[in-house]
C-alpha cells in the first residue's frame, strides 16, 4: 500500500507564503514524475506544479515566477514554496505521484488547504 500525506497549508495574508510538503510512503521501488494540483471551490482540479524524476519542472502560468516545487529523492519527498499569494490562490492543493511499487500507478494525496486572505 503507497500513501502520500500532505502538509504545510494553512491561512495566511495576501503577498505571504506557506511550504507544502508531501511524503510518500509504503512499498516503492522508484518515483517517477511528482507533482502539486488545485482545487478551489466550484472550480475543475488543475495541475499548479510538476517535476520529472530528473528534475525538469512545469508551472502553471498563474503560478510562475511565485511557486517553486522541488523533491528528495532520497527522502521521498516533493515541496512546494508559495510566495506573493493571492486570495485566487485559495484551494485545496493535491499531492500526486507516480509511482513504482507492487504496481506501476499515479496515487493521489488527501488534500491539504490554502487560504489567502485579502
Known amino acids: 500500500q503507497v500513501l502520500l500525506v500532505e502538509s504545510g497549508g494553512g491561512l495566511v495574508q495576501a503577498g505571504g507564503s506557506l511550504r507544502l510538503s508531501c511524503a510518500a510512503s509504503?512499498?516503492?521501488?522508484?518515483?517517477?514524475?511528482m507533482g502539486w494540483y488545485r482545487q478551489a471551490p466550484g472550480k475543475q482540479r488543475e495541475m499548479v506544479a510538476t517535476?520529472?524524476?530528473?528534475?525538469?519542472?512545469i508551472y502553471a502560468d498563474s503560478v510562475k515566477g511565485r511557486f517553486t516545487i522541488s523533491r528528495d529523492p532520497a527522502k521521498k519527498m516533493v515541496y512546494l514554496q508559495l510566495n506573493s499569494l493571492k486570495p485566487e490562490d485559495t484551494a485545496v492543493y493535491y499531492c500526486k505521484a507516480q509511482i513504482v511499487g507492487i504496481s506501476r500507478s499515479n496515487y493521489w494525496g488527501q488534500g491539504t488547504q490554502v487560504t489567502v486572505s485579502s
Open positions: 517535476i520529472t524524476g530528473g528534475g525538469s519542472a
Open positions: 509504503g512499498i516503492i521501488f522508484g518515483i517517477n514524475t
